[in-house]
């Protein structure tokens, strides 16, 4: 259960521009993305300007780079580096059994609120959570983060220690959440020192299609939405 927090200094609407914007930015670089930046460019207005100022930041990146020069960025950053990983509980629990319950916990989170999500993606991807936070349930979205507040700020750092245009991302999903307090400071020293556990075990029952073929699909389910502002589409 979420231990108590402090509530949002952000509006409701504040904090749906912010977590969507960010589930956006922070998902593989595509032709869908390029075609939003006026869409985020839009939202980015309605923020306070600390907050627009950093996804601003990327969005200007996506307009200088080349796609192709961001999708390999993209696999460089978050594909091949343990403390750039956007699954929130491997900071915690790398790939070993523990993983497999926080994991069942975030589907539970998603059920309590109607929703199973597509076997396309494991429930703990960051940009799943802040749709999820932004779309579905700023309350227990935001719990979510929160649980795993130490291993965010741990992306975020190392995130700006390779000067990565992400970092302004993550810097202003933070920017929404309370400050770090004393054992989560603590919990962040310990992940910079040691890293994610490292036991390699399987996790068949949340595994992605492609790791699970023939895989079936449970019928009737209601999913969640894809990454969308009202009246976008």
């Known amino acids: 259960m979420s231990r108590k927090y402090p509530a949002p200094t952000m509006s409701s609407r504040e904090l ?18 390029i075609a939003r930046i006026p869409l985020l460019r839009e939202a980015t207005g309605e923020l306070p300007a600390a907050i627009a100022a950093s996804l601003d930041q990327m969005i200007a990146d996506l307009e200088r780079t080349p796609l192709t020069q961001l999708q390999q960025d993209y696999v460089e950053t978050f594909d091949t580096r343990r403390r750039c990983n956007l699954f929130l509980t491997y900071f915690a629990h790398g790939d070993t059994r523990k993983r497999g319950m926080a994991l069942l916990r975030f589907k539970q989170t998603y059920l309590r609120s109607g929703f199973i999500l597509d076997d396309s993606e494991l429930p703990d991807h960051l940009c799943v959570v802040l749709e999820y936070a932004a779309t579905i349930d700023q309350l227990l979205g935001r719990g979510l983060m929160l649980d795993h ?29 309370p400050p770090l307090r004393g054992e989560e400071r603590d919990a962040v020293r310990r992940l910079a020192a040691e890293g994610p556990p490292e036991e390699e075990v399987g996790l068949a029952p949340f595994a992605t299609p492609e790791f699970s073929p023939g895989a079936a699909r449970e019928p009737d389910r209601t999913l969640l939405p894809i990454p969308t502002f009202p009246g976008a589409r």
Request: proline share 4%; charged share 20%.
């Open 16 to 33: 749906m521009l912010t977590w969507q914007s960010a589930a956006l930015l922070l998902d593989y670089p595509d032709e869908a993305l």
């Open 149 to 177: 507040r130490a291993g965010l700020e741990l992306l975020r750092l190392s995130l700006r220690d390779m000067e990565s245009p992400w970092f302004a991302v993550v810097d202003a999903v933070c920017a929404t959440l």
